[in-house]
């Protein structure tokens, strides 16, 4: 995508028109981040358990985890 002449214009406090936008085959693929920073991962666990001796037990194993970075 090329943005060297590309015109941004406000329409109303919330819309913009873009205009002279070009697409372009480029050489190589590319992605653009913009303001984006690694924040941490996350990992969806979906577990089961019926033991008694693990179920009293996971109180304990919940106090050594880690919270979630804030978004």
Do not use: C, F, N
Not at 18 to 23: E, H, S
């Amino acid at each position: 995508m090329d943005l060297t002449l590309t015109t941004l214009e406000a329409v109303t406090p919330r819309a913009v028109r873009v205009a002279a936008t070009r697409l372009l085959k480029a050489p190589a693929d590319t992605l653009e981040l913009e303001g984006a920073r690694r924040a941490g991962s996350r990992t969806p666990t979906i577990a089961r358990t019926r033991g008694p001796i693990l179920i009293s037990q996971l109180d304990v194993s919940d106090a050594g985890t880690r919270p979630s970075p804030a978004p």
